[in-house]
T-cell receptor, first 113, second 115 residues
Framework: QQQVKQSPQSLIVQKGGISIINCAYE??????FPWYQQFPGKGPALLIA?????SEKKEGRFTISFNKSAKQFSLHIMDSQPGDSATYFC????????????FGGGTRLMVKP | EPEVTQTPSHQVTQMGQEVILRCVPI?????FYWYRQILGQKVEFLVS????????KSEIFDDQFSVERPDGSNFTLKIRSTKLEDSAMYFC?????????????FGPGTRLTVL
């Protein structure tokens, strides 16, 4: 029940296209849903995060869409750029659980020039 | 910009040996974490630490693992007797706040190779 399932495992998008990564969860106690970006040899870095009281959050080219009833959330990268090529992880956490982040399996995004 | 630092960047050890991975969290942060990532797999939570004690630990964090904040700046992860399956990238993270908006900042990781 603690799992977060992420799809697809890999994604190839042309420059300027939209990249969409999806995550699903079972634990309704999750109340914080961040997305992390990881470049090779680096640690994950927070990209954008959302709480379940809103259905969408946008920061620049990055948007999280959140569907509480379906227990799904997704990351949309608009106007994808080659510099966006990285591995993206969705994650979730519950309150009062030591701030433990449960990560999805990751999506390796490649944006072709 | 403040950042989490980790040493060493790569540690090679023999099975059964003890290793200590070191981290310097961001200075005003109060919450500290260790995660690991086996090559090609997802990031997995190991332990969280606040006010000099463990807040939460995962099933992975068994008796072979321990954490310590030996002084005001360092946060360490000790693996008492390493196994082959402990080979992974270990990430330290820290956050200023608890709960949902306590953004966790990750260090660059220590690659542990157990031979």
């Amino acid at each position: 029940q603690q799992q977060v399932k992420q799809s697809p495992q890999s994604l190839i998008v042309q420059k300027g296209g939209i990249s969409i990564i999806n995550c699903a969860y079972e634990n309704t106690a999750f109340d914080y849903f961040p997305w992390y970006q990881q470049f090779p040899g680096k640690g994950p870095a927070l990209l954008i995060a959302i709480r379940p009281d809103v259905s969408e959050k946008k920061e620049g080219r990055f948007t999280i869409s959140f569907n509480k009833s379906a227990k799904q959330f997704s990351l949309h990268i608009m106007d994808s750029q080659p510099g966006d090529s990285a591995t993206y992880f969705c994650a979730a956490s519950t309150p009062n659980a030591g701030n433990m982040l449960t990560f999805g399996g990751g999506t390796r995004l490649m944006v072709k020039p | 910009e403040p950042e989490v630092t980790q040493t060493p960047s790569h540690q090679v050890t023999q099975m059964g040996q003890e290793v200590i991975l070191r981290c310097v969290p961001i200075s005003n942060h109060l919450y500290f974490y260790w995660y690991r990532q086996i090559l090609g797999q997802k990031v997995e939570f190991l332990v969280s630490f606040y006010n000099n004690e463990i807040s939460e630990k995962s099933e992975i964090f068994d008796d072979q693992f321990s954490v310590e904040r030996p002084d005001g700046s360092n946060f360490t992860l000790k693996i008492r007797s390493t196994k082959l399956e402990d080979s992974a990238m270990y990430f330290c993270a820290s956050s200023e706040l608890a709960g949902g908006w306590g953004e966790q900042f990750f260090g660059p990781g220590t690659r542990l190779t157990v031979l």
